[in-house]
Nanobody
Framework: QAQLVESGGGLVQAGGSLRLSCAAS????????MSWFRQAPGKEREFVAA????????SYADSVKGRFTISRDSAENTMYLQMNSLKPEDTAVYYC?????????????????WGQGTQVTVSS
């Protein structure tokens, strides 16, 4: 059974960094676009970043551009999100998602596979 498992969340002070991982198992996602979404309390889940199957193309939400970097290691079936210069407004549960052809890219309903989420809390 295909499974995505996030890790790396935690509590960090504003200005700090965290690196999230999303490990895939049960099948290969080497041909899938993979993305990160996040959901803050009382808010809808929102797109954070996406990376193509070849890692040749990335996309970011305006709110994280220049601070977050998405990457993947297809050989290890793992995706990463390096988060720098974290702000309190980045506090949320972060989810990884995968789909062969997500369209539109930045909508959660475009993705078939989801992880269980990892909490990121940024204190001021």
């Amino acid at each position: 059974q295909a499974q995505l498992v996030e890790s790396g969340g935690g509590l960090v002070q504003a200005g700090g960094s965290l690196r999230l991982s999303c490990a895939a198992s049960g099948r290969t996602f080497s041909r899938h676009t993979m993305s990160w979404f996040r959901q803050a309390p009382g808010k809808e889940r929102e797109f954070v970043a996406a990376i193509s199957w070849s890692a040749g193309s990335t996309s970011y939400a305006d709110s994280v551009k220049g601070r977050f970097t998405i990457s993947r290691d297809s050989a290890e079936n793992t995706m990463y999100l390096q988060m720098n210069s974290l702000k309190p407004e980045d506090t949320a549960v972060y989810y990884c998602a995968a789909d062969l052809l997500p369209n539109p890219l930045d909508k959660d309903y475009s993705y078939d596979y989801w992880g269980q989420g990892t909490q990121v809390t940024v204190s001021s």
